[in-house]
């Protein structure tokens, strides 16, 4: 069966950011295959999206994104299912992470391996589709912490999201001046406090944690709109974003 849909792939889709994006993106008509370690969630979702929008297609694959042979593997098999892929979000993360030095290096590595050298290989992935195809569009979701190195166990957390958006940086970078300039276009999306299973531990009461539907709805317009990066949601990430990244450590300190 073949669909004149957009397709756009989402990793770490089963909860979270990753499953919002994919019931916004299907209301907007896009086909979607959807990756995540959790198949039964993966499969609640499917049966959700299909009962809602029962002309879209949905493809499912089981993925570790630390299993790097089977980035390969499921890219290049949705692809193949979905008969193209118009769109990659690499959202997969784990939000791990303790002080360092205090003992807990498993922790910080199991995040820097799932959310930088995990991003790697999925845009490594997403990459060699894209230049096959001679188009598409790398969106990688980066973190509000990414502007600055964070405190406590949140260090290697952002250390990780520096890492995917100078990533993204330099495909658009390598990308500049070439005849696939244009072509294949590179999203860097900042999200500050948006429900989801990540930061459940978050104190619920901050005026800055938005519903996962806004959140994810700011994240979903900044994608269709193809921009460089945003913030999401505007505000007041935006706003934020100069004061994050100039203030001195004992104001940046007291905001974190």
């Known amino acids: 069966m073949t669909s004149s849909a957009k397709t756009v792939l989402i990793t770490g889709a089963s909860s979270g950011l990753g499953a919002e994006m994919a019931r916004q993106l299907t209301a907007r008509g896009y086909d979607v295959g959807l990756a995540a370690r959790r198949t039964e969630r993966l499969e609640e979702l499917r049966d959700e999206l299909l009962t809602a929008h029962p002309d879209r297609r949905v493809a499912l694959r089981a993925l570790d994104v630390t299993d790097h042979a089977a980035v390969f593997r499921v890219f290049g098999e949705l692809r193949e299912e979905l008969g193209r892929l118009d769109r990659v979000v690499v959202n997969a993360g784990l939000g791990k992470g303790a002080r360092l030095g205090t003992g807990r290096f498993d922790a910080n590595l199991e995040t820097a391996m799932t959310n930088f050298v995990g991003a790697l290989a999925q845009t490594e992935a997403a990459m060699e589709v894209f230049r096959a195809q001679e188009s598409g569009h790398l969106v990688m979701v980066s973190s509000m912490s990414a502007l600055r190195g964070m405190p406590g166990s949140m260090t290697t957390y952002a250390a990780t ?96």
């Open 161 to 256: 999201k520096a890492g995917v958006a100078h990533l993204a940086e330099g495909v658009r970078t390598d990308l500049h001046g070439t005849r696939l300039q244009g072509k294949i276009k590179v999203t860097v999306l900042y999200p500050g406090y948006i429900r989801s299973e990540m930061n459940d531990k978050v104190e619920q009461s901050t005026p800055l944690m938005a519903s996962t539907e806004k959140g994810v709805r700011a994240m979903v317009a900044a994608i269709e709109k193809e921009v460089g990066d945003a913030c999401v949601p505007p505000l007041p990430w935006a706003a934020l974003a100069p004061v994050m990244k100039h203030a001195p450590l004992g104001v940046l300190k007291k905001l974190v």
